[in-house]
């Protein structure tokens, strides 16, 4: 009898607890329910890391040259204009590969475009180290351009996917951080790796990891939270089969915007100066009108870098935490330009007061940032990945024009003299080239300001 009355209990507590259970499974917080079925932040940042990867070596490639002005100049008996062909090389087919690139991340996703991107740099850097002719030089930088001008979109739509909206231009801003690690790497460790072993074995080096950076993207990345059994923080729409006539007509209805017109032009006047200067022509004019060491020249420009790496997210913050986008950015134009003529026109800064100069002009630059997100609210979010390819075309549309232009104005102005079969530019030469690089900041200054504030809110729907 006390078993069956035990039994008979033990039977009535389990159906109790079962409806309570039930009760409960129901009734989660919604709190409690967001926080499972969204991606821990440990994974988010290992598939958004994997592509700042590739992202940091494109900067690294993209400023390399500075470093090797002296040997590459030497090893292909070139002068000015032929080092900044050379070198805009990288901008012209990472240029073109923007909105294409823009259109592929919104229906291939951003997995693919990495990961071809990464093994591509890796072919692209080989033949440029192999290179027995500038020729073959040129071709080795036009491939490593289109290859890593894939990785800021798709690092863009890695982080709409896998980061809170709240973060959006915060993380861009890390992934500049990112980006200039790169080119400081690219500074003083490049120069002294490239003295002690030679620019061709270290650019081989270079190739090795870039390969390796294209196998960890292959078998880790993925484009969605819903890959990995999460929910991601966009509507995950999948792969889309797009038509031609699809891609054009997405291409052209950003250009329908008035924002996308200015802001994707402003970041030439903003960016340009900065890589044409620390990728380039810092680097020879420090060495002979300060007399620093090719070494020391290129510490100067890594400062103006990282300047650049810590603007960025700083300002992204402050931007989003005062809810504006214009202020900031017009403000950090101006303030670039002014730090720019006061590097450029006035000769022979103690050289502290030059480092503190391109402290100022690195971190207000960083404000570039802020036209990422700036043009992202002011298209529907659909074309987030066709705008953002448009606006980093921009922006590289200023190195790429710079880096020859500024060569072929200081061959103009060449007086002749000669070292180590090396042609050396007087100090109005490097002004003549420079004016172009103040022009650019005063342009972009001016475009910031007849754009539409979004006040850090989508504007436009689909």
């Known amino acids: 009898m006390k078993e069956c009355t035990a039994a008979r209990t033990w039977a009535q507590f389990k159906k109790r607890m079962g409806k309570n259970m039930k009760r409960l499974s129901g009734k989660r917080r919604p709190e409690l329910m967001d926080s499972r079925e969204y991606p821990p932040p440990c994974l988010s940042w290992i598939i958004w890391g994997l592509g700042a990867a590739l992202y940091l070596s494109g900067f690294y490639q993209r400023v390399a040259p500075a470093v090797m002005t002296d040997h590459l100049m030497a090893d292909f008996s070139i002068g000015a204009a032929s080092l900044g062909n050379l070198s805009a090389f990288y901008f012209y087919s990472y240029v073109a590969m923007q909105i294409p690139t823009g259109i592929l991340a919104d229906s291939w996703g951003p997995k693919k475009l990495l990961t071809a991107g990464a093994f591509t740099a890796g072919i692209g850097t080989l033949l440029f180290a192999a290179a027995p002719a500038i020729i073959f030089a040129n071709a080795g930088r036009l491939l490593i351009g289109g290859a890593v001008g894939v990785a800021w979109v798709a690092l863009l739509k890695l982080t709409m996917n896998w980061f809170p909206p709240r973060q959006y231009a915060l993380t861009t801003g890390l992934a500049l951080f990112c980006g200039v690690i790169g080119a400081v790497s690219a500074g ?30 292959l078998l880790i990345v993925r484009d969605d939270p819903s890959k990995k059994g999460y929910t991601g923080f966009l509507p995950s729409v999948g792969v889309k089969s797009h038509t031609a006539a699809s891609l054009l007509a997405g291409l052209l209805k950003v250009f329908r915007y008035k924002n996308t017109w200015l802001l994707s032009l402003a970041p030439a006047g903003v960016a340009g100066p900065v890589l044409a200067f620390s990728g380039l022509w810092g680097v020879p004019f420090l060495s002979t009108h300060y007399n620093l060491s090719p070494a020391g020249s290129a510490a100067v420009t890594s400062v103006l870098l990282i300047a650049w790496a810590f603007g960025g997210p700083v300002l992204g913050a402050m931007s989003d935490r005062i809810g504006r986008r214009k202020p900031l950015y017009a403000a950090g134009s101006l303030a670039a330009c002014a730090g720019w003529g006061m590097i450029l026109f006035v000769p022979q800064w103690p050289v502290w007061v030059l480092i503190a100069l391109a402290s100022i002009v690195g971190f207000a630059s960083g404000t570039v940032i802020i036209g990422f997100a700036f043009v992202k609210e002011s298209v529907p979010p659909s074309l987030t990945g066709t705008v953002s390819g448009v606006c980093n075309m921009g922006a590289m549309i200023g190195p790429m024009v710079l880096q020859p232009a500024m060569g072929w104005v200081l061959d103009k102005n060449w007086s002749g003299i000669m070292e180590k079969g090396i042609k050396i530019y007087g100090l109005d030469a490097y002004q003549s080239a420079f004016g172009l690089m103040i022009a650019g900041s005063i342009l972009a200054a001016v475009l910031v300001l007849f754009t539409t504030e979004t006040y850090c809110r989508q504007k436009v729907n689909d």
């Open 188 to 217: 003083v460790p490049l120069r002294i790796m490239v003295d002690h072993f030679g620019w061709r074995p270290v650019m081989l080096a270079s190739a090795v990891l870039s390969l390796v950076v294209a196998i960890a993207i």
